[in-house]
C-alpha cells in the first residue's frame, strides 16, 4: 500500500471529476453500504419491452435486493451528469455503405453518445481519438483495419470479426453489424449470404436481441474510456468479471439515459439479468472463477459480471468510486490492491457478497411462499 498522503491525493484528484449530483448518490449507497442482501419481500413486476417483437406477459419475480439495486441504477442514469463532458471532436466513424441506414446502429449511436459521458476524464496530451469502424462485411472490416496499420489477433475466433471488438490498444471499436443480426449460436460461421441479408425490422425480431444489438457500441466504448482511466495500463490481477461486467452495466445505463424515458433500469434489468440466458444456473460456480476470459465469446464473465457490477455501483459509493479505484491503480500498479484501497474490502469479500446476490436471484426465480 502506498503512503497515506499520496493515496489521499490520488483519492483528491478522482473526486474533482465527481457531479454534484453523484456526489449525493454516493452518500446514500454508501450509507446502506453494510445493509445485508435479502431474498424477501420479493417482488412481481412486468415490462413492455421498448423495443422488438415480443409476447405479453413479460412477467418476473425479483428480490429485495435487486429491486433496491434497480432503484438506485434507475436514480444514477437519470441524474448523472458529468463534470467532465467529454469532447464531440475526437471520434472518427468509417460506416459502410450497407449498414450507413440501420436502425440497429442509429439506436446503438444514441446510447453510445450517452455511454461517452458516464466514465469520462478531462482532455489531456494524451487523449487520443478513436476510430469506430461499422460494416456487414468481413472485406470491409478487415480493410479498414488494415488502413490503419494495427494487427489485432483474431486467432481465438478463426481470423473474423464475430460482433463487437475493442482492438489496437483500445484505440479501434470494431462492430460487425451482421454478426449481431444474423449470428444465434456459438460456432455458427459467418456466411456471405447472412452479409447480404437485408436488416430485419426491429419490430420483427426478438427484444432480447434487439436489446443486446444496439448496446454494442456503448459497451465497446466502456472498455476504450476504463483504458483511459489508467493511461492504457491494465494490470494482470484485473478480473474478466469486473471489465465486462462494468461494460454491460454502463451500456444499460447509456441506454436508458438516451431513451428520455423510453426506457427504464428495470427494463434492462429485466431483459438482460433475467431473459437473456439461464446463467443463474449455467454460471453457477463463485465469481472469483470467472476471473479470467473464458474461450466462448459472451461467456460467464459477462452476465455474472454484470451483476456484480450492479451491486458494487448501487451500494458500494457509484460511478465516482469505480473513477477513484482506476485513479488509484494507476500509482498501486495493482487491481487487488486499489480495489482494498477504494472500497475498504478484499476483492474475495466482495466476490462472496455478490455470489449472494446471484443465489437471491435464482431463489426468486422459483419462489414459492
Known amino acids: 500500500m502506498k503512503k497515506f498522503f499520496r ?8 473526486t474533482s471529476m465527481i457531479s454534484s449530483s453523484s456526489l449525493a448518490l454516493r452518500s446514500s449507497s454508501h450509507s446502506k453500504a453494510q445493509s445485508p442482501l435479502v431474498l ?6 412486468t415490462i413492455k419491452p ?9 412477467r418476473v419475480r425479483l428480490s429485495k435486493s435487486e429491486v433496491d439495486i434497480i432503484r438506485r441504477l434507475q436514480n444514477l442514469a437519470i441524474n448523472w451528469d458529468s463534470a467532465s463532458p467529454p469532447p464531440v471532436n475526437l471520434i472518427r466513424w468509417r460506416i459502410e455503405p450497407s449498414a450507413i441506414n ?14 461517452r459521458a458516464f466514465l469520462s476524464v478531462p482532455v489531456n496530451d494524451a487523449t487520443k481519438s478513436i476510430v469506430i469502424i461499422i460494416g456487414r462485411t ?8 488494415n488502413l490503419l496499420g494495427c494487427q489485432p489477433n483474431l486467432a481465438l475466433y478463426e481470423g473474423e470479426y464475430i460482433m463487437g471488438a475493442t482492438i489496437c490498444n483500445r484505440s479501434v471499436i470494431v462492430i460487425n453489424l451482421t454478426g449481431y443480426l444474423f449470428l444465434r449460436y456459438l460456432g455458427q460461421p459467418i456466411t456471405m449470404t447472412m452479409e447480404q441479408k437485408p436488416e430485419p425490422p426491429i419490430s420483427a425480431t426478438s427484444y432480447i436481441l434487439v436489446d443486446r444489438n444496439i448496446s454494442a457500441l456503448a459497451h465497446e466504448w466502456t472498455h476504450v474510456a476504463r483504458n483511459r482511466l489508467t493511461d492504457g495500463f491494465i494490470p ?20 436508458v439515459k438516451a431513451s428520455q424515458g423510453r426506457m427504464t433500469y428495470l427494463h434492462f434489468h429485466v431483459i438482460r439479468m433475467r431473459k437473456f440466458s439461464n446463467w443463474p444456473n449455467s454460471c453457477g460456480a463463485n465469481l472469483s472463477s470467472f476471473r479470467d476470459n473464458s474461450k466462448a465469446p ?32 494507476r500509482e498501486s500498479g495493482d487491481f487487488l490492491e486499489s480495489f482494498r484501497y477504494t472500497y475498504g474490502m478484499t476483492l474475495s469479500q466482495f466476490e462472496r457478497r455478490a455470489d449472494n446476490l446471484a443465489r437471491y436471484i435464482s431463489q426468486a426465480e422459483h419462489y414459492r411462499k
Open 50 to 58: 421498448p423495443y422488438g417483437f415480443y409476447v405479453a406477459p413479460i
Open 138 to 145: 468481413q472485406a470491409y472490416l478487415r480493410q479498414q483495419v
Open 102 to 115: 440501420s436502425p440497429t446502429i442509429a439506436l446503438g449511436i444514441e446510447a453510445f453518445h450517452a455511454a
Open 298 to 329: 459472451g461467456g460467464c464473465e459477462y452476465l455474472r459480471g454484470a451483476s456484480a457490477l450492479e451491486l458494487l455501483i448501487a451500494n458500494y459509493g457509484g460511478l465516482p468510486r469505480i473513477v477513484a479505484l482506476y485513479s488509484h491503480m
Open 7 to 14: 493515496a489521499t491525493l490520488v483519492m483528491l484528484a478522482a
Open 40 to 45: 424477501e419481500p420479493t417482488k412481481v413486476v
Open 236 to 255: 494482470d490481477n484485473e478480473p474478466a468479471w469486473f471489465r465486462e461486467g462494468l461494460a454491460e452495466v454502463v451500456s444499460g445505463l447509456s441506454r
